[in-house]
C-alpha cells in the first residue's frame, strides 16, 4: 500500500513538472510580448532602431529624401530613425557607419557619396549580422540587403533621346555631370550617349559640377565664354540645370538653348518648368517610402527582393500639367 502511494506521488509530481513546462513553453509563444517571434523566428521587439547615413542634405533632393523616411516612420510607433548627415564628406559617412554599427542598430539605410569609399564599413555592418538598404547610389559588390533606386542609364538614354527629338538630331550640348565618382553621375553620362548615339548631336563641353548648383554655375559661365553657340544644356539633377539657366540668363543667353536636368521634385524642378526656366525634367524618385515599407519586412523576417526598381516620369512643356509622362 505504502509501495503503491509513493508510486501515484511520483506520477502526481511528474505530471505537474510536465504541465509547469507546458505552461512555460507556451508562454515563449505569446504575440506581442518582448520574447515574441516574428516572420522566419526573428525576435520581434517594442521598438526598433534604423540608422540613416545621408550622403549630405546639400542637395534639395537628399532633403525630400530625410523628409519621406521620416513621413513613412513616424506612422509606426515601433521605429526610431536616428539620421545623420555626412556633409558631402566620404570620411564622415564612413565615421557614421561605424558609430551605427558600435551601436547596435537594428538596420542600416545608406544613400552612400561614393561606391568604393563606403562598401567596407557597409561589409562590416552585414558581418555584424545589420541588414542594410542602400540608397540611390550603389556600392561595390553585393553585400548588403537590398537596394532601392531607379534606372538611372534608362533615365540618362531618355534624356538624351529627348534632346536628340528637339534639336533634330544636331547641334552643340554642355554636359554637366554629377559627382563622377558616385555610380549615378557615370550611369546618367553612360545612357545620355546612349540616347544621341548615331545623331549629329555635338557635346560640346563637359564638366563634373559634383551635384551643386553654384559649381554648375561656374562650368557653365566657363562655357558660355567658350563658345558662342551652346543649344542645350544636360545636367544630372535639376539644381545643375538651374544653376546654367542663370548663368546662361546673366549672360543674356538663355533662350538661345534648351535646359534639360533629373529630379522632377514638385517644389523644384516640376516648378522650374512650369515656370519656362527648364525645358524638360526626369523624374527620379527618393525610395524615402520605399525604404521603410522593406525595412519593416526586414524587420519581420521577412523575404525582400535583392533590388527594387523604381519608375520614373519625364515633365515637359507638353506634359506638365497632365503630372507628367511615364517613361516606358
Request: with cysteine; aromatic share 6%; proline share 5%.
Given at each position: ?102 551601436a547596435g542598430v ?208 519625364v515633365f515637359d ?12
Amino acid at each position: 500500500m505504502r509501495f503503491q502511494n509513493h508510486r501515484l506521488h511520483l506520477l502526481f509530481t511528474i505530471g505537474m513538472l510536465g504541465s509547469g513546462l507546458l505552461i512555460i513553453g507556451c508562454s515563449k509563444s505569446e504575440p506581442g510580448g518582448q520574447t515574441a517571434r516574428g516572420g522566419g523566428g526573428k525576435e520581434a521587439k517594442a521598438v526598433y532602431t534604423i540608422g540613416m547615413s545621408q550622403c549630405n542634405l546639400g542637395e534639395p533632393w537628399r532633403v525630400e529624401m530625410n523628409a519621406e523616411i521620416k513621413a513613412a516612420a513616424d506612422k509606426h510607433p515601433n521605429l526610431k530613425v536616428i539620421f545623420k548627415d555626412a556633409q558631402n564628406d566620404t570620411l564622415k559617412q564612413r565615421a557614421h557607419v561605424e558609430e551605427f554599427v558600435s551601436a547596435g542598430v537594428d538596420l542600416l539605410i545608406i544613400s552612400p557619396k561614393e561606391a568604393q569609399p563606403l562598401t567596407e564599413p557597409v561589409d562590416k555592418a552585414m558581418d555584424a549580422h545589420i541588414p542594410v538598404i542602400v540608397l540611390d547610389r550603389s556600392l561595390l559588390g553585393d553585400k548588403f540587403t537590398c537596394f532601392i533606386g531607379a534606372d538611372n542609364v534608362k533615365i540618362g538614354r531618355a534624356a538624351g533621346e529627348w534632346i536628340a527629338k528637339k534639336l533634330g538630331a544636331k547641334g552643340k550640348v554642355v554636359e554637366l555631370k554629377g559627382l563622377m565618382t558616385s555610380t549615378p553621375g557615370g550611369d546618367r553620362n553612360r545612357g545620355f550617349r546612349e540616347g544621341i548615339a548615331g545623331s549629329n548631336i555635338e557635346v560640346i563641353f563637359e564638366a563634373d559640377m559634383k551635384w551643386l548648383e553654384p559649381d554648375a554655375r561656374k562650368e557653365m559661365e566657363s562655357a558660355l565664354a567658350r563658345f558662342p553657340k551652346i543649344d542645350c544644356v544636360y545636367a544630372h539633377n535639376d539644381p545643375g540645370a538651374h544653376g546654367a539657366y542663370l548663368a546662361a540668363q546673366a549672360a543674356g543667353r538663355e533662350k538661345e538653348m534648351f535646359f534639360v536636368g533629373i529630379d522632377a521634385l514638385p517644389q523644384e524642378g516640376v516648378a522650374y518648368v512650369k515656370q519656362g526656366i527648364l525645358d524638360a525634367t526626369f523624374q527620379y524618385p527618393t525610395g524615402g517610402a520605399e525604404a521603410i515599407e522593406t525595412a519593416l519586412k526586414i524587420l519581420k523576417g521577412e523575404p525582400v527582393p535583392k533590388t527594387i526598381t523604381l519608375g520614373s516620369r519625364v515633365f515637359d512643356k507638353e506634359s506638365v500639367a497632365a503630372g507628367g509622362r511615364e517613361l516606358k
